[in-house]
Structure formats: structure tokens, C-alpha cells
């Protein structure tokens, strides 16, 4: 079994309680975690035995874009989304990190990891 992981894919998205981040978002980073067995692709150098990258950008990507009130929401809905999408996966845990939460004083950020 491996692990791979996407770091950090940065995103502007409107997710939060108050009327501002919703009308102004925030940057937020996600990071995804899968363990898959890759020794099948690692003997054929082919893409079509592993999981595809892309794929699961593109996942994050369109759930980051549905705005919700709270980031435990948001990171639930990758985890459904990427369990539901590849089942070969045996494990998938994804970190979401809102920089710059407005909590009144500084804060780099705020973060939620969800694992399946």
C-alpha cells in the first residue's frame, strides 16, 4: 500500500457564517490524502493503475465551489464524493484550512481533517 497526497491546492471560495465571507470569500488550502496499492503501477509506468490526479483535483475543485456556512461541511462532502467516486481507495483524509479566519485578533489560520 501507498500513500499519495495532493498538498496544499489553493482555493477562493465562500464558505463561513458571517455576510461578508460569504459575499468576499477567503483563500483556503485542502489537502488529500489516499492509500491505494500502487504496485501494479509501479511495474507498468501507466496511468490507468493508479489513481488519477486530475481527478481528484477536479473533485475537491467542485466542492470547494459550493459555498457553505461551516468547513466541517465542506470537508464531509470531499470525503463523500471522493469514497462514493474510488471505491479502490481504502482510505482517503482531507485537510481544509480557512487562512485568515475572522476571529477578532490574528490567526493564520483555522483547519479540520476528516478521514474515512
Known amino acids: ?3 499519495i497526497t495532493l498538498e496544499n491546492m489553493e482555493f477562493h471560495a465562500y464558505h463561513g ?8 470569500g477567503n483563500t483556503y488550502y485542502v489537502t ?3 492509500e491505494l496499492d500502487t504496485n501494479k503501477a509501479g511495474k507498468t509506468d501507466a496511468l490507468e493503475d493508479t489513481l488519477n490526479y ?7 475543485k467542485k466542492e470547494m465551489e459550493i459555498p457553505s456556512n461551516l468547513i466541517e461541511h465542506v ?3 470531499i470525503i463523500d464524493s471522493l469514497s462514493e467516486l474510488f471505491p479502490q481507495v481504502s482510505s482517503f483524509k482531507v485537510r481544509l484550512s480557512k487562512m485568515n479566519p475572522p476571529l477578532g485578533g490574528k490567526v493564520e489560520k ?3 481533517e476528516v478521514k474515512s
Open 110 to 112: 483555522v483547519s479540520i
Open 17 to 24: 457564517c458571517l455576510e461578508h465571507e460569504k459575499q468576499l
Open 54 to 60: 486530475q481527478s481528484v483535483y477536479d473533485i475537491v
Open 32 to 34: 488529500v490524502d489516499f
Open 75 to 77: 470537508a464531509q462532502r
Open 1 to 3: 500500500m501507498s500513500i
